[in-house]
């Protein structure tokens, strides 16, 4: 099966995890926790250092440097939009609000 490659900031893949590319990591930067909202359709994911609720831990592979949020954290989160495991999602329509971070729709 051909793994699924994206250049777009952010990338769902069929398991949940969603996936944040150089650009979008500059945006998260070194902060522990991604506080999650969704209003009218729309993901909203603020990086912060607190364990508030609705924040999701964001996690880093050593070795790759690569930035993400697990499938197990993200997939309530997505469920409710539509998101079944079906296939993955580039996010390429996303918009960084004054407040930081990201606001984005499925596709």
Do not use: W
């Not at 650009?23 to 909202?37: L, R, S, V, Y």
């Not at 999701?56 to 697990?70: L, N, P």
């Not at 997939?75 to 329509?93: A, H, T």
Request: include cysteine; hydrophobic fraction near 30%; glycine fraction near 10%.
């Amino acid at each position: 099966m051909k793994e699924h490659k994206s250049i777009s900031p952010i990338d769902i893949n069929k398991t949940g995890r969603i996936c944040f590319n150089q650009e979008a990591q500059e945006h998260i930067g070194d902060k522990e926790f991604m506080k999650a909202e969704v209003h009218k359709g729309v993901i909203g994911l603020e990086p912060t250092d607190e364990k508030i609720y609705g924040a999701m831990r964001v996690s880093r592979i050593k070795k790759t440097k690569a930035v993400y949020i697990s499938e197990g954290q993200a997939r309530p989160l997505l469920e409710p939009l539509g998101f079944d495991g079906s296939r993955p999602y580039d996010i390429d329509d996303l918009r960084y609000p004054a407040k930081g971070g990201f606001e984005f729709r499925l596709p």
